[in-house]
């Protein structure tokens, strides 16, 4: 039994040096973990235009108040369920915010595989491993030795340290800073197709997380985030009248495109994400919106932390500043 204990935890620990490094872009739960227990106020879920557009490090200047973007690449509205479950293990936020179109992707994305690589390892990893991910995928998520042996003789020290050690927090927060801009020269509706079962589907997952929310006291708000490529109007009256008939907030900010005084040749990175210049205006609007709420700021949080995360965004953004606007040359990119 002790030879057999001994083997899980080396090949668990292995399997931590093996994975590649994880910073951005969603799937950040190294650290994630690193943040200090219960400390968060607010929490964004949801894909891309969650953690491409929302800057806790300006909530938290214009607020005093903490949120967290726990997001991930193309994340569906299952397996932001199981994130939200996790990431309730160690923090009690006041309030969620669900970015809303994942309701309409796929069961399967090809990102799953991502969204549950990085997870810590619990009932919430394994049950979505088993639920989302297709079968070619589970023997790497369920031994990722077997996924990622072939980058043992890449590995540096950096790897090993990161790997044992841990990461550091992350200094934004769960934001991924896109400096590049793309001119936009249109706003149009974004081609999802509605599929009846999944959306079905997606629709009992949403009051599986409003049920989750109910339990932990926590206020759900599921949202549509600015962008030039949004569901249809039909698309978004549905949503709103299904969410509400599931007991819970529905917001629409693309009704509030035009106060976010938004530039269409400067603010985007493409047509579905905002650059730094653009997450700028919209994370400013929500804080203006949090404040509404009439909430404590957390007595727990590192402030020394959120000093340094208000001093490293403020740095990226002067250097971005100092400088011609770069073209990202991004086509629409999925989320």
């Avoid at 994305?109 to 690589?117: D, E, P």
């Avoid at 639920?131 to 589970?138: C, F, I, K, N, W």
Wanted: hydrophobic content about 40%; aromatic content about 14%.
């Amino acid at each position: 039994m002790c030879l057999l204990t001994a083997l899980i935890l080396f090949c668990a620990g292995f399997s931590s040096v093996l994975l590649p490094e994880r910073l951005d872009y969603g799937a950040t739960w190294g650290m994630y973990e690193k943040e200090k227990k219960h400390s968060v106020d607010f929490m964004f879920f949801g894909s891309s235009l969650a953690y491409c557009d929302i800057i806790p490090s300006v909530i938290y200047e214009d607020t005093g108040l903490t949120s967290y973007v726990m997001a991930g690449p193309e994340q569906t509205i299952p397996l932001t369920y199981w994130y939200l479950r996790q990431a309730c293990s160690t923090q009690s936020p006041k309030v969620v915010f669900i970015e809303a179109t994942g309701m309409f992707f796929s069961s399967h994305s090809k990102s799953v595989k991502i969204n549950l690589t990085y997870m810590p390892w619990s009932i919430n990893r394994l049950a979505p491993t088993f639920t989302e991910a297709s079968e070619d995928e589970r023997a790497g998520l369920l031994f990722p030795l077997y996924a990622y042996h072939d980058r043992w003789d890449r590995m540096t020290w950096d790897d090993f340290s990161r790997g044992i050690l841990g990461y550091d927090p992350d200094p934004l927060a769960g934001y991924t800073f896109l400096d590049a801009a793309k001119p936009i020269e249109t706003i149009k509706d974004r081609p999802f197709e509605l599929q009846e079962d999944l959306y079905s589907r997606n629709l009992k997952y949403a009051e599986k997380i409003a049920a989750f929310c109910k339990e932990r006291d926590i206020l759900p708000i599921f949202y549509l985030t600015p962008n030039t490529s949004r569901p249809s109007a039909e698309l978004t009256a549905k949503l709103r009248t299904d969410f509400e008939g599931l007991g819970v907030e529905f917001r629409n900010y693309n009704d509030a495109f035009d106060s976010l005084n938004l530039d269409l040749s400067t603010d985007f990175f493409d047509t579905l994400h905002f650059n730094y210049r653009g997450a700028c205006k919209f994370s400013a609007y929500l804080a203006s919106e949090l404040k509404e709420f009439g909430l404590t700021p957390s007595a727990d949080a590192d402030a020394a932390l959120w000093q340094e995360r208000i001093r490293h965004f403020s740095a990226l953004k002067d250097k971005a500043d100092s400088g011609p606007v770069k073209l990202s040359g991004a086509a629409d990119t999925p989320s």
